[in-house]
């Protein structure tokens, strides 16, 4: 991931709070109809996809049990390595569940990759993944991500949920920052 030089102005819109909505609202009608009549149990990926999921579980129709698994990553902030450290784990057993585990973005996919071999060597029924962004021309690894609400380009974004240096997590909007001139 390439991120903004420190100087930089507010947030420009990518993509508004109507579109995010709109396609929040079909990602929640598929996954309701892919699972319809079963149990599942929602994984929030802390922290950057709790907007995200607060809004989806909010438009999916189903007998719903929600997790919260927090992740940071280790070491040099700008390129993921894949190191993952758990800071908070799900206590409730997954075996036979049918769990979907939403992300606010995949970027070079280490980290989902992670979480998904973490996340099967606990025996679920199933295991899907549901990304709010993807970054397609970053991703190294081959990991299925089964619903994607984005797909964007390389640039480093904020807003409804994602952070820079701690900021922007409150903006309605996924925008990106400009470097001042
Ligand atoms: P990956 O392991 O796929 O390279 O990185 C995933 C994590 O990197 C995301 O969960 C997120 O925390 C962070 N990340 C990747 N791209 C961006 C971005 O454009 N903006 C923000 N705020 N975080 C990002």
Not at 124 to 136: I, Y
Request: negative net charge.
């Amino acid at each position: 991931m390439s991120k903004p030089a420190s100087n930089h102005s507010d947030p420009k819109v990518l993509i508004s709070a109507e579109k995010l909505d709109e396609r929040i609202a079909e990602l929640a009608n598929e996954i309701q109809n892919d699972y319809a009549g079963r149990e599942i149990v929602a994984i929030c990926v802390l922290k950057g996809s709790f907007i995200f999921f607060s809004d989806i579980l909010r438009k999916i129709d189903l007998p719903t049990s929600c997790e919260f698994l927090g992740v940071s990553s280790y070491g040099d902030k700008k390129v993921s390595s894949g190191e993952v450290k758990v800071t908070l784990d799900i206590n409730e057993p997954l075996e036979n569940k049918h769990v979907i585990l939403f992300e606010d973005i995949v970027d070079s996919g280490l980290t989902l990759s992670y979480l998904i071999a973490n996340l099967r060597a606990r025996r679920p029924a199933s295991l899907r993944t549901c990304s709010l962004l993807m970054k397609p021309d970053s991703m190294r690894v081959d990991i299925p991500v089964d619903y994607v609400g984005f797909k964007i380009g390389p640039e480093f974004v904020v807003g409804y949920g994602l952070d820079y240096a701690g900021k922007f997590r409150g903006l309605p909007f996924i925008g990106f920052l400009e470097a001042e001139h």
